[in-house]
């Protein structure tokens, strides 16, 4: 993992809550166990990771509006391999995760997972979800390692990758 530039830190131990501050971007942690949650904002956007829930997005607020894209009783940027009955193991799954800030003005949430269910089991999905100083959109990106020895294909497809609009009604996922 690289270097964070950390501009300010505070923790409160007692209460598990941590937050760090970069620039225009924050990042904080808050919860234990099923209930941790990321949170990642700059000045027009704050996005709510749950890396102990499928790594999914819970919320993805605009500042301006403070309108919720992400309805109460879905998730965004679900993980889902094909041949797994709905909703996969993945959706559920306990995450690793880490912070990373490639560039001074951008912080990203590294999540990790590794499958256990055949025929996938031993695929290692690495997905990375990246929130830039002054912009609306979110940047993710996927990689998997295939860790045995055999050759293997899967199919992979995440679930609630976009937001068409800011309608509450028809427009959130």
């Known amino acids: 993992m690289k270097r964070?530039?950390?501009?300010s830190i505070a923790c409160a131990l007692l209460s598990g809550?941590?937050?760090?501050?970069?620039?225009e971007l924050t990042f904080q942690e808050l919860g234990k166990g099923?209930?941790?949650r990321i949170v990642v904002a700059?000045?027009?956007?704050?996005?709510?990771?749950?890396?102990?829930?499928?790594g999914g997005i819970r919320h993805l607020i605009g500042k301006t509006d403070g309108f919720d894209r992400v309805h109460s009783q879905n998730r965004f940027l679900l993980d889902m391999f094909m041949r797994?009955?709905?909703?996969?193991?993945?959706?559920?799954?306990?995450?690793?995760?880490?912070?990373i800030d490639e560039r001074p003005r951008r912080v990203?949430?590294?999540?990790?997972?590794?499958?256990?269910v055949s025929p996938h089991d031993g695929i290692r999905l690495f997905?990375?979800?990246?929130?830039?100083?002054?912009?609306?959109?979110?940047?993710a990106a996927y990689q998997f390692l295939n860790a045995s020895a055999a050759y293997r294909s899967f199919s992979?497809?995440?679930q609630h990758f976009a937001v068409a609009g800011e309608s509450e009604v028809n427009d959130r996922y």
């Open 84 to 99: 797994q009955p709905y909703p996969g193991e993945m959706q559920e799954a306990n995450y690793e995760f880490e912070i």
């Open 34 to 36: 099923s209930d941790h």
């Open 156 to 158: 992979y497809w995440t």
């Open 108 to 116: 990203g949430v590294r999540m990790r997972r590794t499958a256990a």
């Open 17 to 23: 809550a941590c937050s760090f501050a970069f620039g």
């Open 127 to 139: 997905k990375t979800v990246w929130i830039n100083s002054g912009s609306r959109s979110l940047t």
């Open 4 to 7: 964070l530039e950390v501009l």
């Open 42 to 54: 700059n000045d027009l956007l704050e996005v709510q990771f749950e890396p102990r829930r499928g």
